[in-house]
C-alpha cells in the first residue's frame, strides 16, 4: 500500500508541470470544468499526519495504586502535603501538566500515512460543508497466570505470565464549510473556511487472575496469624482513562486539478482552540479530572489526493 501511495504521488508531483496551463485558464472553450461545480462530492485521502492522533503513550491515563496505598492523577503530580529535603528546605510536592493536557495534533508527518478521510459537498460552485474523520482501535485479550512447578530440579516447568486485557481506541471527527477562490489559473483554486470537531483518546485495561496474594492478619481466627490471600479481593481489577478535546479552528488550504476530477491539496489550520480534558477513572472511585485551554497557530499541515464526481 506504502508503495503504490509513493508512485500516485510521484507520478502526479512529474504531471503537474506537463498539465498545467499558463493562460488564463478558459478551459470551458474546450468543455473541461476543473474547478469545483454545485451539486459536486469530493473525497480526499488525508495524508500527512503520525500513526496516533495523540500523544504515542497514553498509559500514563491508567491509576497506578494498590491495596496498600497509592494516588490517582499524572505521573507528575504531587499528592499533597510539604516533603522536607536536607539542605534545600521544604517545597510543596507537586509537577508541571503541561506535558500531558497538551493532547498533540498532526505535526510529526509523514506523507506516506493515510491518517483519515474527507467528504465534501458542494453546495454552490464555490462553497462546501465538509466531513472528515479517522479512527484507531487495538485490543489485547486478556491471559490468566498459570503457576509453574519448580519441584523437581530435572524438570522444572516454568510459569506463564498473566496479561492484562486491554482496549485503546484513538478517534477524531470534524465538521466544516470553506469558500473557494477562482484564479486566472482554472487548475488552481485556493479556500478559506472554519471547522469544529472532536477528538478522542480512551484506554481500558482488565486485570485477569495474577497469581498475586497478600498477607493479611486481620482475616485469621486469632488475628495474629499470616493468612495469604488473593490480592484482587481488594483491589477493584479494572483500570479507564481517557482524554478528548472540543476543537475549533480555521482553515486555509490551496487545491490543484491534476486532471479533471483528480485533486492534490494542502490544508492547515492558522489558527485553531482546544480545550482539553483528561479523566482517569479507576474501578470504584471518582473521576479525576483536569482541563487545558490550548491555542496554537498553524497547526495542522496535511496533504490530500482526493477524487472530485
Not at 46 to 60: K, T
Not at 176 to 186: E, L, W
Not at 211 to 238: H, R
Given at each position: 500500500?506504502i508503495k503504490k501511495l509513493c508512485t500516485i504521488?510521484?507520478?502526479?508531483?512529474?504531471?503537474?508541470?506537463?498539465?498545467?496551463?499558463?493562460?488564463?485558464?478558459?478551459?470551458?472553450?474546450?468543455?473541461?470544468?476543473?474547478?469545483?461545480?454545485?451539486?459536486?462530492?469530493?473525497?480526499?485521502?488525508?495524508?500527512?499526519?503520525?500513526?496516533?492522533?495523540?500523544?504515542?503513550?497514553?498509559?500514563?491515563?491508567?491509576?497506578?495504586?494498590?491495596?496498600?496505598?497509592?494516588?490517582?492523577?499524572?505521573?507528575?503530580?504531587?499528592?499533597?502535603?510539604?516533603?522536607?529535603?536536607?539542605?534545600?528546605?521544604?517545597?510543596?510536592?507537586?509537577?508541571?501538566?503541561?506535558?500531558?493536557?497538551?493532547?498533540?495534533?498532526?505535526?510529526?508527518?509523514?506523507?506516506?500515512?493515510?491518517?483519515?478521510?474527507?467528504?465534501?459537498?458542494?453546495?454552490?460552485?464555490?462553497?462546501?460543508?465538509?466531513?472528515?474523520?479517522?479512527?484507531?482501535?487495538?485490543?489485547?485479550?486478556?491471559?490468566?497466570?498459570?503457576?509453574?512447578?519448580?519441584?523437581?530440579?530435572?524438570?522444572?516447568?516454568?510459569?506463564?505470565?498473566?496479561?492484562?486485557?486491554?482496549?485503546?481506541?484513538?478517534?477524531?471527527?470534524?465538521?466544516?464549510?470553506?469558500?473557494?477562490?477562482?484564479?486566472?489559473?482554472?487548475?488552481?483554486?485556493?479556500?478559506?473556511?472554519?471547522?469544529?470537531?472532536?477528538?478522542?483518546?480512551?484506554?481500558?485495561?482488565?486485570?485477569?487472575?495474577?497469581?498475586?496474594?497478600?498477607?493479611?492478619?486481620?482475616?485469621?481466627?486469632?488475628?495474629?496469624?499470616?493468612?495469604?490471600?488473593?490480592?484482587?479481593?481488594?483491589?477493584?481489577?479494572?483500570?479507564?482513562?481517557?482524554?478528548?478535546?472540543?476543537?475549533?479552528?480555521?482553515?486555509?488550504?490551496?487545491?490543484?486539478?491534476?486532471?479533471?476530477?483528480?485533486?492534490?491539496?494542502?490544508?492547515?489550520?492558522?489558527?485553531?482552540?482546544?480545550?482539553?480534558?483528561?479523566?482517569?477513572?479507576?474501578?470504584?472511585?471518582?473521576?479525576?479530572?483536569?482541563?487545558?485551554?490550548?491555542?496554537?497557530?498553524?497547526?495542522?499541515?496535511?496533504?490530500?489526493?482526493?477524487?472530485?464526481?
Amino acid at each position: 500500500m506504502i508503495k503504490k501511495l509513493c508512485t500516485i504521488l510521484l507520478a502526479a508531483a512529474l504531471a503537474v508541470p506537463a498539465l498545467a496551463q499558463t493562460g488564463s485558464g478558459d478551459s470551458k472553450k474546450d468543455g473541461v470544468v476543473f474547478g469545483p461545480q454545485k451539486g459536486q462530492w469530493q473525497i480526499s485521502m488525508v495524508l500527512g499526519g503520525g500513526n496516533s492522533f495523540y500523544d504515542d503513550n497514553i498509559q500514563f491515563l491508567l491509576p497506578k495504586y494498590n491495596n496498600f496505598g497509592g494516588a490517582i492523577g499524572l505521573p507528575n503530580g504531587g499528592i499533597g502535603g510539604e516533603i522536607s529535603v536536607p539542605g534545600q528546605g521544604i517545597y510543596d510536592d507537586s509537577g508541571y501538566l503541561d506535558s500531558f493536557l497538551n493532547i498533540s495534533g498532526f505535526n510529526g508527518n509523514s506523507l506516506v500515512n493515510i491518517i483519515g478521510l474527507q467528504a465534501k459537498y458542494f453546495f454552490t460552485d464555490c462553497w462546501d460543508i465538509n466531513f472528515s474523520l479517522g479512527y484507531n482501535i487495538s485490543i489485547t485479550p486478556k491471559k490468566d497466570f498459570i503457576e509453574g512447578d519448580t519441584e523437581i530440579d530435572d524438570m522444572v516447568i516454568p510459569s506463564q505470565k498473566y496479561i492484562n486485557a486491554q482496549a485503546t481506541n484513538n478517534w477524531y471527527a470534524n465538521v466544516g464549510v470553506d469558500r473557494y477562490f477562482k484564479t486566472r489559473n482554472a487548475r488552481i483554486n485556493p479556500y478559506v473556511g472554519a471547522t469544529v470537531g472532536f477528538q478522542m483518546a480512551r484506554i481500558e485495561t482488565t486485570e485477569p487472575y495474577t497469581g498475586k496474594i497478600i498477607n493479611d492478619p486481620d482475616a485469621s481466627e486469632d488475628g495474629d496469624e499470616d493468612t495469604y490471600i488473593d490480592q484482587a479481593v481488594y483491589l477493584a481489577a479494572g483500570k479507564v482513562g481517557q482524554m478528548f478535546a472540543l476543537k475549533g479552528a480555521l482553515v486555509a488550504g490551496i487545491e490543484y486539478s491534476l486532471t479533471p476530477g483528480l485533486i492534490l491539496g494542502f490544508e492547515m489550520q492558522p489558527v485553531a482552540y482546544r480545550y482539553d480534558i483528561i479523566q482517569i477513572a479507576p474501578q470504584g472511585f471518582d473521576k479525576y479530572n483536569v482541563s487545558h485551554h490550548n491555542i496554537k497557530l498553524f497547526d495542522m499541515p496535511v496533504l490530500k489526493l482526493g477524487f472530485r464526481f
